[in-house]
Structure formats: C-alpha cells, structure tokens
C-alpha cells in the first residue's frame, strides 16, 4: 500500500472527531454521578456496597472507552483520511464560445455584400462548421440585447436561430455594446470552461460602454475577440419598409445617414481581454484567423488533462467504527460473584 501524501480530504470533520469524545467523557462522568446519587437516597452506604457487588468497574470504563473510539472513528472517517496517489485523465469537450452580433439598422449597410448583417451570418455559420467542438451560443443586440441561443451543442438549434436573425429582432434602436457583453457573460456558466466571446460589429457604440464592460471581463476571465463588419469609407443604411419598399434611411432634416465602421473601439475592447481585433473583409476572412487563433497551441488547452487525485481511505476507519460497535454491545457490565458458605 502507497502510504504517500497523507492528508484529509474534508479537514472541517475532523473537530467531530477531537470535541465529540470530549463531550462523551462529560456526559459518561455525568452519569456516573447521577446514578449513585440517585441510589444513595434510598438505601445506606452497606445495603449500596452490596448492590453494587456485581457491577464491574472495569467493564463499564472500556464499554466506555469502546464509545469514545467509536465516534472519534465517524470523525474521522467523515474527514475522508487520504494516502497514496492516483492519476485521472478527462477528456476536454472544448470551449465555450459565445457570438454577439449586432443587429442594429447599421447593419443594413451595403459596402460588404449582402450586406453587413448577412456577411457576419455567413462568418458565424463558417466557424461554427469548421470548429466543430464545444459548445456555441448567440446573443442578439441592438439597442438592448437578448440571448438568441443559449449554449450548446446543438448546433442545427444554433443555425436555426442564426438564421431567424434579422434588423427587427431587437426592437430598440441604437447599438449598446457594452449591454451586449454583459448579457452574454450572464449567459455563460461560472463554470472552469474557458469561456471566449466573438463580438460581430461595426463598432458604432453609441452608448459608449463597451470598452469599460470589457475591461470587467478581462478580470473575470472573458477573452472577446472582436471582428469589424463594414468599411471605414462607410455606405448608406438601406431599410425595407412594411410595404416591401427599399429605401434610404434618412435622419429628420432628409440627408442620408451613412454608418462607417469604428475599428478603435473594437480594437480596444479586444486588447483590454488580451485577444485580437480583425475586420472580417468581404469574404469572412477575418473569422477565419479568429478561428485559427483559438485553435492555436498557444491558446487552446490541452484536450486531456491529467490530474493526481489522494485515494479514499476512510472505510479503514468505516470497518474500525463497526468493530468497535460489536465489541462494546458484546461486553457486560456485570461479573460473576461467589456466595460465601457458612460454617
């Protein structure tokens, strides 16, 4: 037997197997007075001594005895006593990996073909394909922001919501990154998983909190790579109206509103997690190197890891308590005592 690295597993049973004894004594003593002053109150110090005459002292002190190894042993074994070593091996399922897209009216814009909403979708539904491991979730953000899909590993369910997308999923207006982040860590679970957002936008934060909500992140854990949908030259913002009616989205004194692509801000909310910013280009070649990013030695952890793990003694200690419990109910507290013979 491996009598290496002896230690306790659960160390805050072990004052049941210190203090429970104690008190044990306590009460035994107490007993002990109780009886004899209950006896001495009916019958005299002779008619005591001849009562007595079969009880057995030493009997009773390692019944005793007996009970205070007993429930020193439950202590014990509840602190689950360790020695020796073992190895386990588990299997990493991978990451979670949540996509925040923007699918706010700026999103219709045109200098990226279909247009910007349409191309992160396709990008989206590229990584997801090629990644193939671990789990994948999408949260949906314009205004305020909604989680799409939660994570799984489902990922027919995760197109099927992708897909259902579009410029009216979130009704309020506006673009809120820094809502959008936090909506999705409160989607992920605090959980060891390595936890990796893939923010899809053209970094028109008009709220101004995405930076400062991905500095929290960056203290939790949270690496959010970010990826820039449009062009720094900008294109008008094409809507279709209820009636099937493209047109030209126009502010209220009728000039066209353009929405050009903000790479500072993204590529600030990337450094403050420690990961990259890459504009997805007009074929998605950006998520391509974010894929690759993630599935670097550097970055992934190992699929199988390995960790040492104490091995459980405490049913040594089970099986002493049993024994221990037999002895003592085994045990009598009274002798045998010879009758004197008269002459």
């Known amino acids: 037997m491996d009598f290496a690295h002896p230690h306790f597993a659960e160390p805050r049973w072990l004052w049941l197997a210190v203090l429970t004894p104690v008190l044990v004594v306590l009460l035994h003593r107490y007993a002990v007075w109780a009886r004899r002053r209950q006896v001495a109150q009916f019958a005299t110090a002779q008619v005591l001594g001849q009562l007595l005459q079969s009880h057995s002292p030493a009997r009773r002190a390692c019944k005793n005895a007996l009970l205070v190894l007993t ?58 394909q090629q990644h193939g491991r671990g789990r994948v979730g999408l949260v949906a953000f314009a205004g305020q922001a909604f989680l799409q899909c939660p994570l799984t590993f489902d990922y027919d369910a995760f197109r099927e919501s992708l897909n259902a997308m579009d410029d ?29 957002m893939v923010l899809l936008t053209d970094g028109e934060d008009l709220e101004g909190a995405g930076v400062r909500k991905a500095q929290e992140l960056a203290a939790k854990g949270v690496v959010v790579f970010t990826l820039g ?37 993204l590529r600030d909310i990337a450094e403050a997690t420690k990961a990259t910013y890459q504009p997805l280009g007009a074929l998605g070649e950006g998520m391509a190197r974010v894929r690759r990013a993630v599935e670097s030695p550097t970055f992934l952890p190992s699929l199988f890891q390995a960790r040492k793990l104490g091995v459980d003694r405490f049913h040594f200690f089970v099986a002493g308590v049993l024994v221990l419990l037999v002895v003592e109910s085994l045990i009598g507290t009274r002798r045998k005592v010879r009758e004197s013979s008269g002459v």
Not at 245 to 264: N, Q, T
């Open 71 to 128: 429930v020193a042993g439950v202590g014990l074994a509840l602190a689950r006593p360790q020695w020796g070593e073992t190895s386990e091996v588990t299997h990493a399922l991978g990451e979670d990996i949540l996509f925040v897209l923007d699918c706010s009216r700026s999103m219709l814009a045109e200098d990226v073909r279909p247009n910007r909403l349409s191309r992160a979708k396709f990008a989206v539904q590229d990584f997801v």
């Open 168 to 196: 009216k999923t979130i009704p309020v207006p506006g673009t809120d990154i820094g809502r959008a982040l936090d909506e999705a860590f409160i989607a992920m679970e605090q959980n060891e998983r390595r936890k990796i």
């Open 229 to 265: 949908v449009g062009t720094p030259a900008g294109a008008p913002i094409q809507v279709v109206r209820e009636t099937g009616v493209a047109e030209i989205l126009r502010d209220s004194s009728g000039k066209v509103v353009e929405s050009r692509l903000d790479e500072k801000t």
